[in-house]
């Protein structure tokens, strides 16, 4: 049986019914391959994709300066969508085009089932690029996941241990996270989840690049497909002219709605049954060929 799930026909979509206008793109396990970087052949398909005047939005669980390193080696000045789709903001301008705040009622919430697990917060936050990219309240914290992480980011964070006392303390927050092993954070994931059944936005995943597990916390309206359809909008693009492609949690809701949806080859299964098709894996250059299929289509 196949893993994907079908078209409207009952059969799997090995190609776009139409054509692709706009291809999303996840950045980890897909753009990149499995040493982290971005690979000759994906980059030459994606110049070859921009010349064809597709549009390419990366969308991204990473913070906006990890994200526009990426999109400056792509040679991209369109807006991204970041913090798996809580913030829209543009690499070339540093403007924010939407952001997803949590209200401070939700923060407060948030934060508390964070403290009940005994768990350092982490809050994103929208700044400039001479300011710190995240808030936390100290370091060492006395949680070895969480501090591997703030090691990992020295320099690119702002440690206070008074900011939660600050009047303004429980506004604009879009992306609280905490760090740790899968078990911690799929506890904290079912607590807030129970408190509040479809009132978040929740993700449990771990990034290539650090050793713990992360626990997201978004508003309930926040996810890459919401943040896409944004900048979608803006183009006069339909979700039906949009190929999604990704790997993780984050990127189901626009792989589920996207007019190709596409999984790559190394994805979980709850990840491929969303998509319409399954690309090879990263490391088989899986996004060059889908950029390939989507060309053929398009040229006849």
């Known amino acids: 049986m196949s893993l994907c799930r079908m078209g409207e026909d009952g059969q799997p979509k090995p190609f ?69 789709g809580a913030l829209v903001k543009c690499p070339s301008s540093n403007a924010t085009f939407w952001r997803a705040d949590h209200t401070s009622v939700d923060a407060q919430k948030i934060m508390q089932t964070f403290d009940r697990h005994e768990r350092p917060i982490l809050s994103f936050q929208d700044r400039s690029p001479d300011e710190p990219d995240f808030i936390t309240s100290k370091y060492p914290s006395g949680c070895g996941l969480f501090d591997d992480y703030l090691k990992e980011n020295q320099g690119l964070g702002e440690i206070d241990p008074a900011w939660r006392d600050r009047e303004s303390s429980l506004e604009g927050h879009f992306h609280l996270c905490a760090a740790g092993t899968r078990e911690q954070m799929q506890q904290i994931h079912d607590d807030l989840e129970m408190q509040s059944p479809g009132g978040y936005q929740l993700f449990v995943q771990k990034s290539p690049h650090y050793v713990a597990w992360m626990c997201e916390v978004l508003r309930r ?36 709605q996207a007019g190709w949806g596409v999984a790559m080859g190394h994805s979980a299964d709850f990840v491929k049954q969303n998509a319409h098709w399954i690309a090879p894996d990263n490391a088989g250059h899986g996004v060059a060929e889908v950029v390939r299929i989507i060309m053929e289509r398009q040229n006849g």
Do not use: Y
């Open 16 to 84: 776009p019914d139409r054509p692709v206008r706009l291809l999303a793109l996840d950045v980890d396990g897909t753009i990149l391959g499995p040493s982290g970087e971005l690979d000759d052949l994906v980059l030459a398909s994606l110049h070859q994709a921009l010349e064809s005047d597709i549009k390419i939005v990366l969308c991204t669980g990473r913070r906006f300066r990890r994200a526009s390193a990426i999109a400056a080696k792509i040679g991209l000045n369109s807006p991204m969508v970041c913090n798996s």
């Open 221 to 256: 309206d926040a996810n890459k497909w919401t943040a896409l359809t944004t900048i979608a909008e803006g183009w006069g693009i339909s979700g039906s002219e949009i190929c999604a492609v990704g790997d993780d949690a984050n990127d189901v809701p626009m792989i589920a």
